[in-house]
């Protein structure tokens, strides 16, 4: 029974991920719609890699054996954003709450898996740092996290 408490431990944290990104995906939806000037350009990237991060996450919950956490039809967003710099500070939050989803990730995973979630915590971290201006010692700390926002991964809260 031990063995498979890691597996499940680490299925957990993918989904999390994935519900994470599903979240980061409509959120820059929001930033995009919002953003002005050269930013938007960078807003699309950081929104293509989510849906491409979205989808290895839902094909690694596959072969886990799990099936997939959907998205959510909508998300309540930490803030209203109803300018350009708003949507900056939303893409700032997205990827700070993803650093915290896939620093999970790397503490419940193994192997290739582990490089993968840390990958995309450096990434998350990198991005977040280009919105924001300005960096943070260790990002994905659940310390950090903790006060960052408490309702959850990349909160934009699912609002049915």
């Not at 000037?37 to 989808?55: F, L, Q, V, W």
């Not at 956490?69 to 300018?83: C, R, T």
């Not at 900056?88 to 995973?109: H, I, P, Q």
Request: hydrophobic share 45%.
């Amino acid at each position: 029974m031990k063995e498979q408490e890691p597996k499940e431990q680490e299925l957990k944290a993918l989904q999390a991920a994935l519900a994470a990104e599903h979240a980061a995906v409509y959120g820059y939806g929001v930033v995009g719609g919002q953003i002005r000037g050269g930013r938007r350009t960078e807003a699309k990237a950081a929104y293509d890699a989510h849906r491409a991060r979205r989808d290895a996450l839902a094909r690694e919950v596959r072969d886990a054996g799990g099936t997939p956490v959907a998205a959510a039809a909508a998300y309540a967003l930490p803030f209203p954003v109803p300018d350009s710099a708003a949507a900056v500070r939303l893409a700032a939050e997205l990827e700070d709450r993803l650093a915290g989803v896939y620093s999970d990730l790397v503490r419940a995973a193994e192997g290739g898996r582990r490089g993968t979630a840390a990958e995309a915590l450096r990434e998350a971290a990198v991005r977040a740092v280009r919105w924001r201006g300005e960096s943070v010692a260790f990002p994905g700390l659940a310390e950090r996290a903790a006060t960052a926002s408490p309702s959850g991964p990349a909160s934009a809260t699912p609002t049915s």
